[in-house]
């Protein structure tokens, strides 16, 4: 398990330094889109309930927090998922992300050589316009907090915002679950 933690790690660092080198190309079409630009909302409201396609139970945690790399485990629903995510542009809104799916099992054994603080959310996806908006309602430490994300093609890119969008919160960290698992929300 050691090797693994190793590896993940040396490829964070390899990723991270070619965001900074700007040597990533991005890619279009059917291929894996490297680069993830997404905002961050408070929810003035419940009424997003009543509007999701899906609800998911998600529990993750972070082999590694550090804002250069983060390093999450995920399991959402059936799944699992590795995650790798540079540090965030000078707007807050970019950033390098790769991600892989494994098996449940394995994201069971790999969160449990999680850092402290596993995150324990549902998560419901709604679709506002041409958006696809992706809100969690955190559970646990992070009791009462409720954020909605939005993935966008381009920073500047306009999207409908529904009612129940209450405070943009991008650009402060301490929205950012890798901050929650160590500062949680009941704790603010």
């Known amino acids: 398990m050691i090797f693994l933690l190793e590896l993940i790690s040396s490829i964070a660092q390899i990723y991270t330094k070619r965001i900074r080198r700007k040597q990533l190309t991005l890619k279009s079409g059917n291929e894996i889109e490297m680069i993830e630009i997404e905002r961050?909302?408070?929810?003035?409201?419940?009424?997003?309930?009543?509007?999701?396609?899906?609800?998911n139970h998600i529990a993750q945690g972070y082999l590694n927090s550090n804002p250069e790399r983060t390093v999450r485990v995920r399991i959402k629903g059936e799944k699992g998922f590795l995650?790798?995510?540079?540090?965030?542009?000078?707007?807050?809104?970019?950033?390098?992300?790769w991600e892989k799916e494994i098996?449940?099992?394995?994201?069971?054994?790999?969160?449990?050589?999680?850092?402290?603080?596993?995150?324990?959310?549902?998560r419901y996806e709604i679709t506002t316009?041409?958006?696809?908006?992706?809100?969690?309602?955190?559970?646990?430490?992070?009791?009462?907090?409720?954020?909605?994300?939005v993935e966008l093609q381009s920073e500047n890119e306009i999207f409908e915002k529904p009612i129940w969008l209450?405070?943009?919160?991008?650009?402060?960290?301490?929205?950012?679950?890798?901050?929650?698992s160590q500062h949680p929300f009941t704790s603010w």
């Open 40 to 55: 961050k909302f408070l929810v003035s409201s419940d009424a997003f309930k009543s509007f999701a396609l899906r609800k």
């Open 83 to 97: 995650t790798i995510k540079g540090k965030s542009n000078e707007s807050g809104l970019s950033r390098f992300e």
């Open 103 to 122: 098996s449940a099992t394995e994201a069971q054994e790999l969160l449990a050589l999680c850092e402290k603080g596993v995150i324990e959310k549902t």
């Open 129 to 149: 316009g041409q958006h696809l908006f992706e809100v969690d309602e955190f559970h646990g430490e992070n009791e009462g907090l409720i954020i909605a994300e």
């Open 166 to 180: 209450g405070k943009e919160v991008s650009h402060d960290e301490r929205y950012y679950n890798s901050y929650l």
